[in-house]
């Protein structure tokens, strides 16, 4: 159980409170709610942080409610505070990059190789595998790129467990063979 450091000013501070409830600001947010909101995305470019804008705005009119003498001129007061608001932020911005004298490079994982690389095999083992006769290239496609079984292969292409295994033999044998391939190894 705990027990507070100082009960006696957190009990005193809670008359001080005043909250105030003004229905007319209500009514003036449902109704002009959606144009204020537009108003705020064409001040950000992303639409959450017109949202929040807009709300921090919609506050600042809201604690100065009573300071505001012609209830006719919201509109203006929205706006010149909504673009205070997004000025404040702007300057606040922070800058999270700094020049140097190099570019840090990742370094590449162990085994990943040069992109360049990867997509130069990865093009010379499509045609390659093209290159393979009609039936031969469905069962490597079905079995090493579909990742299916000798089962479910023979299954769909109507044959026998065996077929497949000997056909695939002979494709990945052509494949050995490749010129393309053959300067990879």
């Known amino acids: ?90 300057r606040k911005r922070r800058v999270d990059e700094f020049a140097c004298e190099e570019l840090p490079e990742p370094e590449p994982l162990s085994g990943e190789g040069d992109p360049a690389e990867r997509q130069a095999l990865h093009d010379a083992m499509w045609r390659a595998v093209a290159k393979l006769p009609a039936r031969q290239r469905a069962m490597v496609v079905l079995r090493y790129y579909e990742d299916l079984s000798e089962a479910q292969t023979a299954e769909l292409l109507g044959v026998s467990v065996g077929t497949v295994k000997s056909a695939v033999s002979r494709a990945l044998g052509k494949l050995r063979e490749d010129p393309e391939l053959v300067l990879v190894r």
């Open 1 to 90: 159980m705990t027990t507070p450091v100082c009960t006696s000013a957190s009990a005193a501070a809670a008359p001080a409170r005043q909250t105030h409830s003004y229905p007319s600001f209500a009514s003036y947010v449902r109704a002009r709610g959606p144009v204020l909101l537009r108003t705020a995305r064409s001040l950000t470019a992303n639409p959450c942080d017109a949202e929040d804008l807009l709300q921090t705005a919609l506050t600042k009119t809201y604690v100065a409610w009573e300071r505001i003498e012609d209830h006719r001129a919201l509109d203006g007061y929205v706006r010149r505070a909504l673009l205070n608001t997004r000025t404040s932020q702007w």
